[in-house]
């Protein structure tokens, strides 16, 4: 969202960025799915989770910005776990345990100087993506909107062809084959549980193909071009026009906006 921010996070060694409350409870979050998805029931998944989160809150390494006190972030993960437990994994297809988590990494360009990186949630056996999220409301997952211009799915999308081409003929064959003609179309689905007393979860479901791929490689494009014709010891443009512009979620606020804006 903000080319700044992208460059201070992964060029400036003095970028701090702790994780905060929301992202060890989404963490803990996903130990649950993933428990599930590996066949333990509610309550084994729910213990685990909580395991893994009881270490975090002794360990404290982590910013509290919106949930204060460790008994509330243990009752928040109850209560999304047991929403998920409800709506959203009755309806997750089997997932092979080498899906669960795989993490990828494979060419993107042509000739392979940029490559996509990452993990995804999960792929069931139907081919479909699933990621996990929590969220403070459901309305930031609007159907048009993620159709539209949500990048996520079309990263995941994207890497999961290409994994399975670079598997099955080597990653020059796979890059032939991707950009000479291949036609394929992959469904995503954002699992979207909210952190609320009475937590909601819900599905929202979109598709990636060929086109958003081409579409993520001239955007990436014109990072490495802003990149190499910039540096990145001076500053890249600043956008402010969103929620994450602000000095609760973004460590450079202070020597950024801050400096002008309170």
């Not at 609320?196 to 990436?220: C, N, S, Y």
Request: aromatic share 10%; with cysteine; hydrophobic share 40%.
């Amino acid at each position: 969202m903000c080319p700044e921010r992208g460059r201070r996070s992964a060029f400036d060694p003095a970028w701090d960025s702790p994780d905060s409350d929301a992202t060890v409870l989404g963490t803990a979050v996903h130990e649950y799915m993933e428990g599930r998805l590996h066949g333990l029931g509610h309550g084994e998944a729910l213990h685990d989770a909580m395991a893994w989160l009881d270490t975090r809150l002794e360990a404290g390494d982590f910013q509290r910005v919106q949930i204060k006190g460790d008994d509330t972030l243990r009752s928040k993960l109850e209560g999304c776990a047991g929403r998920l437990d409800v709506s959203v994994v009755p309806h997750v297809p089997p997932v092979d345990p080498s899906e669960i988590e795989r993490h990828f990494d494979v060419p993107l360009a042509p000739d392979g100087s940029i490559r996509l990186s990452g993990t995804w949630d999960a792929r069931d056996i139907h081919g479909r993506l699933w990621d996990w999220k929590t969220a403070a409301r459901l309305d930031r997952y609007v159907g048009w909107e993620i159709d539209r211009w949500y990048v996520q799915p079309t990263f995941y999308a994207t890497a999961a062809r290409l994994q399975d081409l670079v598997d099955a003929h080597g990653e020059a064959a796979a890059l032939e084959i991707f950009w000479g003609g291949d036609e394929w179309e992959i469904p995503f689905t954002f699992a979207v549980v909210t952190k609320t007393p009475e937590p909601i979860a819900d599905t929202f479901d979109t598709t990636r193909t060929h086109g958003h791929a081409a579409w993520l490689l001239e955007q990436l494009r014109s990072f490495v071009a802003m990149r190499e014709g910039m540096s990145v010891d001076v500053p890249w443009p600043k956008n402010d026009q969103h929620a994450l512009c602000s000095q609760k979620w973004c460590p450079a606020w202070g020597t950024c906006k801050g400096q002008h804006i309170r």
